[in-house]
């Protein structure tokens, strides 16, 4: 059931060789280590998930997905026993753009400035960003309950929580505040600083969280720049 899952969420992905990435980086498991499993070169993966190779046909699709669980499971099917749990899971992996732990913690202002963000609300207490998820905020919205949201947390709740397609900030802040999540940061993309509403901003000072606007154009720059610049 979740090889089905995962295999049909990467087929129906607008940008399979993304959800292939994302993927691989939700199991933790580096280009390397899953090419040795697949008995390929690691420069294959790579050509997979930047789009560069055609998208994969079933039987490669399988065999990626196999090799996750198989990995995941000889360190004790951590993840995949954390999947197994959850209940609505399409509607979770629908709302996942991107996720990713990063390698090493980074600054916060460095984060900011990769995303070309403008700071709302300082970000309190750790200055330093450990993963994020990119959440398509009008899927999360409509379609996650209180524990499919702290599951977007990933391994870590020193993160960043970038919510996209937003109007005016407000929804994503009441979730936060409604489900008591306290992310590093709260990072919002789709609208203009000036047009984030004022309760998204007392919000995110009453949670404690920090907020900031990112002004990149489009969600696949600023997928691009957090990739390749962290």
Known sequence: MIAKKIAGDILFSSDIGLAMRKWRQYFGIKQS???RTLEVSASVISDYESGRRRSPG???????????????EKRGGTVTKTLARTLGISD????VIDIRELAAPVETSKFVKVIDGEVLVQPPGSQYIYG??????????????????????G?????????????????PMVAIRVFDMRPALVVLHGLAPESVDSLAIKLAKLSNVGL???????????????????
């Open 92 to 95: 979770m992996l629908a709302s």
């Open 33 to 35: 280590e899953l090419a």
């Open 155 to 171: 391994s870590s709740t020193e993160r960043a929580l970038i919510f996209t397609k937003v109007s005016t900030g407000r929804s």
């Open 132 to 153: 994020y998820t990119v959440i398509d905020s009008v899927k999360a919205i409509e379609t996650l309950s209180g524990a499919d949201f702290m599951r977007l947390f």
């Open 58 to 72: 079933s039987l490669v699709l399988r065999r990626f997905v196999e090799a996750l669980l198989e990995l995941d």
């Open 212 to 230: 900031v606007v990112s002004k990149l154009p489009d969600v696949g720059e600023l997928v691009e720049r957090l990739r390749t610049s962290l």
